[in-house]
């Protein structure tokens, strides 16, 4: 049996010298693909445009009886205007709206900075407060009236599920923004 020494002794051939070659190549591809990856990792700020929008479904009860359970009841974000509500010179038609965040649901890694830049379309007034994923008040609730654009910026620190709610309209109009975690 060769020794160590007696084997580096000997001249390189071809085949030693295109492997020396090839594990240089993988060792430096690992080394950018590390250096990349340590790049996609640092944490950023993702800017979010939302709209506050108002879904809305009309038909007749000759198409379509009404609903057996009022939606109102099931969120203050759903609006039901029955027959004869709806529209008085045709007492047939029934109304349902919903009041959302659109979309209203983002992923973002655990660490980065969300900046949610939402417009309000619909609905004169809507009172909106974030939630960290712990329950607790992240961003404290603040009036949002239509044609304006609200800006809400919080770093997710927590893995989990950060909300905007809006009181006025929940539990239906909320946004999720959920961390992943790193
Ligand atoms: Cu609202």
């Not at 969120?75 to 109304?95: I, L």
């Not at 890694?109 to 009172?127: I, L, S």
């Amino acid at each position: 049996m060769r020794s160590y020494s007696t084997l580096w002794r000997k001249p390189m051939r071809r085949q030693d010298l295109d492997r020396t070659v090839l594990l240089g190549i993988l060792i430096l591809s690992g080394a950018l693909l590390a250096g990349d990856v340590e790049a996609q990792q640092a944490a950023t700020t993702h800017t979010i445009f939302m709209n506050v929008v108002e879904y809305k479904g009309t038909t007749t009860t000759e198409k379509l009886a009404p609903p057996s359970i009022n939606p109102a009841t099931l969120s203050k974000g759903y609006v039901y205007k029955g027959p004869g509500e709806a529209e008085k010179t045709a007492p047939q038609q029934w109304e349902i709206d919903s009041y959302a965040f659109a979309p209203g649901f983002v992923t973002v890694p655990q660490g980065d900075t969300v900046a949610v830049r939402v417009f309000v379309v619909n609905g004169d007034k809507h009172e909106v407060s974030v939630f960290a994923p712990d329950g607790q008040v992240a961003v404290p609730p603040a009036t949002w009236t239509r044609g304006g654009e609200y800006q809400v910026s919080l770093k997710a620190e927590k893995a989990g599920t950060y909300k905007l709610l809006c009181a006025i309209h929940g539990p239906s109009m909320t946004a999720s923004i959920l961390a992943m975690p790193r």
